[in-house]
């Protein structure tokens, strides 16, 4: 609801007239001043100044800085005309020694001397006692982009359920700065889950309140584990269909407080916020006007900046955030892999943004295991395929220069040479660095599940993601077949078990690369593989991914997910959701390592290379020579690799 008697249609200034008047009609802010900015207030030492505004420096989204006093300041004109933040707030904290000792409505008795309300603007400039020492931060806060929600159609339920908003400490930790170091703070507002894009889109064009969410989706992944008792404010009940979205919050800054333990500091109490004079930021100009130390959050927001929201897990509940840049870029590279100059058929069974979806969920993965090898040359010793091998190790070196670790998993008759393999691509400088190397064997009821997570507890799985590229996947009948519908299950180890337990384990996300509909993971396409595909019906994958990537050849889907993963550790909008809006490594620092860890002619040749010196066949004509799939290294692959390098790296412009 609205607040009562018509404070919702008054002014910052009429507002704040009436807070010194300690109006018992404000309780809160939130619904109020509509159309303009609000701020979190922090009042510290001026000793640990310095060191606050690095911190505010170091962590944007919860502290976006508009504006820091002098020393016993007690206006704030680059904000509001008029203003005397020692009676401006409708409720203060005092803190002695990191510990709140009271709530008051008035700060004025921490000056010596006591000004009558018809003369404070006039003895603003030189105070004495204990606040001439103090210096006076205000930042950003998330009422301001209330207003802009409801114009655009989202509600926000804080205000329809007239109470403060819900604000919950999380696991994740601030970059410190000085003595300062805390946990980040968030705010929840319940978002209906069709209008979650309208929601990101318009608080993504206000960073000075915080900008677009931190998360979107379970509350447990944050370190939440009750939305009915948050740690300020008040509970706010989501309604069918609503998401719970999770903003950063000034009242990271309290926490900061009571972590460093200044001998004396003051804040708003929570929800109860400094109105300021300021627009709430239309996308022009999204600086508060005046002189001073205000902040300076980027300020560039073209449309292609603006962040969309994608659905990447159902459980838990996670949604992630890339800018329209970024997804049209993703877009091009799953156009250019679903070619299919070898007329198999593949385009049959695309679907859109699978790519795209299995790239952000990488993204947010800590450990991956990736499996690959398809026996078809049953006869042949090896009997595997060229097609698999380069496109996994193309994935596991990006991953790793993006900070994952990485297993593979294989067949227990080709350890020892894809052992073999990953050392000569370390040596030759394919892969980044050695990774492990580990066979699945079933051995019981819990196999996959002892396999999947530390001690067969599904609470605590090894990998956050699975993902299978040019992998035998299982057809209906149990067996496992090539092209030619020849059954190769004698070569072949279970490992499709370990992606149909994933599917009960929360927390495991599952990604399957083909280019014929009977790879594993798969399964989630056998319907379009057994009236599409040649032989479909007899060797369609029965075991479905969360996300299925089809290519013209599978090698060129590993090849795309490589430079997915660039593009979205490259997009700010991502990197800023990834990190919680906490800043604690700039893109610019890894940049160098990122692009050195794509793929790349040279390199995929190499491994190719590698592969036919090791006897591995091209899969469609068994030829022991420079192709996959029937088609040659040159001009074929060697051209899909170049087009994708250009998307990714920006020689090409966007469609």
Not at 246 to 274: D, N, Q, R
Request: hydrophobic letters at 35%.
């Amino acid at each position: 609801m609205e607040q009562p008697n018509g404070l919702h249609v008054l002014s910052p200034a009429e507002l704040r007239q009436l807070i010194r008047q300690e109006d018992p009609r404000i309780s809160t802010t939130t619904g109020l001043a509509n159309g303009y900015q609000q701020a979190n207030v922090v009042i510290l030492p001026n000793d640990l100044a310095k060191d606050f505004e690095e911190f505010c420096r170091r962590n944007p989204a919860p502290l976006p800085l508009l504006y820091h006093s002098r020393s016993g300041e007690t206006s704030c004109t680059p904000l509001a005309r008029n203003a005397d933040i020692r009676r401006d707030v409708s409720q203060y904290h005092v803190y002695e020694e990191g510990c709140l000792v009271k709530t008051v409505s008035s700060l004025q008795s921490y000056c010596s001397q006591s000004s009558a309300p018809g003369v404070a603007s006039q003895q603003q400039a030189a105070p004495q006692g204990p606040w001439s020492d103090m210096v006076c931060f205000y930042l950003g806060c998330s009422f301001g982009f209330e207003g802009r929600l409801r114009k655009a159609g989202v509600p926000v339920r804080n205000v329809e359920q007239g109470t403060n908003i819900s604000m919950y400490r999380t696991a994740v930790r601030c970059v410190p700065a000085g003595v300062f170091s805390c946990p980040l703070v968030v705010t929840m507002r319940p978002v209906p889950a069709a209008m979650l894009d309208a929601a990101v889109e318009v608080t993504h064009l206000n960073l000075l309140a915080h900008g677009a969410p931190v998360h979107i989706g379970d509350p447990a992944l944050l370190g939440i584990h009750d939305l009915s008792t948050p740690d300020y404010g008040e509970p706010v009940q989501l309604l069918p269909g609503d998401v719970p979205v999770f903003w950063a919050c000034g009242v990271t800054a309290i926490e900061a407080i009571l972590c460093s333990k200044p001998h004396l500091a003051f804040s708003h109490s929570p929800g109860c916020m400094f109105l300021t004079d300021i627009p709430d930021s239309p996308p022009s100009s999204p600086h508060p006007p005046g002189q001073g130390s205000a902040g300076s959050p980027c300020t560039h927001h073209g449309a292609e900046l603006i962040p969309l929201c994608f659905l990447i897990s159902h459980n838990p509940l996670l949604f992630s955030l890339a800018s329209q840049r970024a997804v049209a870029k993703i877009r091009q590279l799953e156009t250019i892999i679903g070619e299919d100059p070898g007329q198999r058929g593949i385009r049959a069974l695309f679907v859109q943004d699978e790519l795209l979806r299995s790239c952000l969920a990488l993204s947010h993965a800590n450990s991956v295991a990736i499996t690959t090898g398809f026996p078809t040359h049953h006869t042949q010793s090896p009997p595997d395929e060229t097609d698999g091998p380069p496109g996994a190790i193309a994935m596991a070196t990006m991953l790793l220069s993006l900070g994952k670790q990485v297993t593979m998993v294989t067949d227990r008759r080709a350890l020892e040479m894809n052992r073999a393999i990953v050392d000569e691509a370390v040596r030759t400088g394919v892969l980044k660095t050695p990774i492990p190397i580990v066979t699945f064997e079933e051995s019981g009821p819990d196999s996959a599940l002892r396999f999947l997570c530390h001690h067969g507890d599904p609470n605590k799985p090894r990998y956050d993601h699975l993902v299978a590229i040019e992998r035998t996947g299982r057809a209906a009948d149990g067996n496992y077949y090539n092209m030619r519908g020849v059954n190769i299950k004698h070569l072949v180890d279970p490992i499709d078990d370990l992606f149909i337990a994933a599917k009960d384990i929360p927390g495991i996300i599952t990604t399957g690369i083909g280019d014929g509909g009977n790879e594993l993971g798969m399964g989630a396409l056998r319907d379009k593989v057994r009236t599409m595909m040649p032989n479909g019906g007899l060797i369609a994958c029965d075991v479905p991914a969360d996300y299925a990537i089809t290519a013209g050849v599978s090698n060129w889907g590993g090849y795309a997910v490589a430079c997915g993963l660039y593009l979205l550790h490259t997009c700010p909008s991502h990197q800023r959701y990834r990190l919680r809006g906490v800043e604690h490594a700039g893109p610019q620092e890894q940049l160098h390592d990122w692009t050195a860890n794509l793929p790349s002619v040279d390199k995929e040749e190499s491994i190719l290379s590698t592969l036919v010196r090791f006897g591995i066949r091209s899969g469609k004509t068994g030829h022991l020579a420079m192709e996959v799939d029937g088609l040659t290294f040159h001009p074929t692959h060697s051209d899909i690799i170049t087009r994708l390098l250009e998307v990714t790296l920006g020689t090409t412009p966007n469609p």
